[in-house]
């Protein structure tokens, strides 16, 4: 690694993501380093949506939520295939607060920002049919919307690769040991690599892109805590136990806090919960008990047939998203906003929105005009538009759309490495076989749960962590990572404790009445 550079980015989820690549198309050199793997924080464990900030305006934050519109629209504009439309669901029940003129109020606004009406009112019946599994007692009619979605981690690893291709460096497994400083304040960090190697790299500007890890880089210049870390849980369901059309979007019986469950990449995800995170944030997070039996308990009231329990579910996670304090109590209050603090040539960007990450990249490039070289973008587009060779244009166009939006450049690559039978989907998710064959050639990987939890998302969408599959998944890692059977037993071993510890549902299980 050269030791100089114009910009060192410390992070490597979409916030970083996004800066390194607006950075690197303005023609400065950059590096990004990430303690784990790209994606590692809440960027690969959101609630994956893309949307456009309704609550913003209950808050009285018209220009957050136009902010998150735009953001929105252009992203599935440049990435259709990765960014999606979600059709979204809101049954309106007697005595219910949330009532149809209130939210079509709300609607009227986001929709007037989109420049295009997609908000429309279905009376009872009509609307038990779009959605017949919500509960039927009280129904009055339901709201209808659009929002978006995507698989959060391959969005920064989309964005990581287009940041590559305009000549930005990107490390996964290196950890900032310090911080450089000079008579002008911070300079370059001392970064140390997983096998233990050391370089000092110098750099014009520092950036502290490290979410809600945040306070600890800025901790070890003697600054104070600026972050509330708040814990978000979710739940996966296959789609035949939880059948869903569209996204079904409810309040909590219990506080009033919103729930959804939408179709994501083949199973019905539910989120999600909003708690104090007290928990060391060196560990990887996992969903509490009480936190599962909150999304049950939603569950049950608004698909009380269904009867789900404990036996159904796939997976569960937690994300901590880096919520800037503001000193509410409760956690749902908290501003959603991003924060850019200058301190001893330190830029620490936190907080915000998957959604908006381009504009957040943009604020802080802003930020350090003063301190770089005077760029500006070159012109070319975001988000390339790949070539297609015969093989990609040969298939079918979902899955040829798929790939293109996910892999970009790389996609025509992806295709033509693929062996025998490994462009078929794996049964109950959209992946093809050739995803993780590319992903452990090109992508970085390290370790089996880079593969499954990020590069991929099987180890979510299958059971036990896709442990049906594990066999040929050694396979792909003996060919193209060099894994011999002592390091497949390391890696599995790891794997295994992971997926218990974080992503399964703690004890005292919830069963059928």
Known sequence: ????????????????????????????????????????????????????GLRYLKEGKPGLTRESVHAR????????GLVEPQPFFMAHYAGRAQGRWLLGAGLAVYDAFAGVRTRCYHAADPAAWLAPHVGRTGLRGATTYLDAKT????????????????????????????????????????????????????????????????DSLRGSMGAAPRLRPLRGSHLLFPLWRLPLAQAIAFMHPRDGRPVFTYPWEGAALVGTTDADHREDLAQE???????????????????????????????????VRPVVASGHADPSKETRDHLLLDEAGLLTVTGGKLTTFRAIARDALARLAPRLPAAAHDGRPVFAAPPVSAALAALPAPLRERLVARYGCAAVELVAAAQPGELETLAGTATVWAELRHAARREQVRHLD???????????????????????????????????????????????DLIARCYALPATARSAS
Request: charged fraction near 25%; charge should be neutral; glycine fraction near 10%.
């Open 73 to 80: 629209a252009a992203l599935m504009r440049d990435l259709p």
């Open 285 to 319: 997070p996992g969903i509490t008990r009480a936190e599962a039996d909150y999304l049950f308990e939603a569950l049950a009231w608004q698909f009380p047939a269904l009867e789900l329990t404990d036996a159904d579910v796939l997976s569960a996670y937690a994300g």
């Open 1 to 52: 690694m050269t030791t100089d550079c114009d910009l060192l980015v410390i992070g490597g989820g979409i916030t970083g993501a996004g800066i390194a690549l607006e950075a690197a198309r303005r023609g400065l050199s950059v590096i990004l380093v990430e303690t784990r793997d790209f994606a590692w924080g809440s960027s690969s464990r959101s609630s994956k949506l893309v949307h456009g």
């Open 450 to 496: 880079d593969l499954l939890l990020r590069r991929t998302r099987l180890g979510l969408l299958l059971r036990d962590g896709a442990a049906a599959i594990l066999p040929r998944v050694r396979q792909i890692a003996s060919q193209e990572l060099g894994w011999d059977d002592a390091r497949w037993a390391q890696e599995l071993t790891r794997y295994r």
């Open 151 to 214: 698989d959060d981690a391959r969005l920064v690893l989309r964005v990581l690769q287009e940041a590559r291709a305009h000549g930005a460096r990107l490390v996964n497994y290196t950890r900032v040991e310090s911080l450089l400083r000079d008579d002008g304040g911070v300079c370059g960090a001392l970064l140390r690599g997983e096998q233990g190697k050391a370089c000092e790299l110098r750099a014009r500007s520092v950036v502290n892109a490290t979410g809600a890890w945040a």
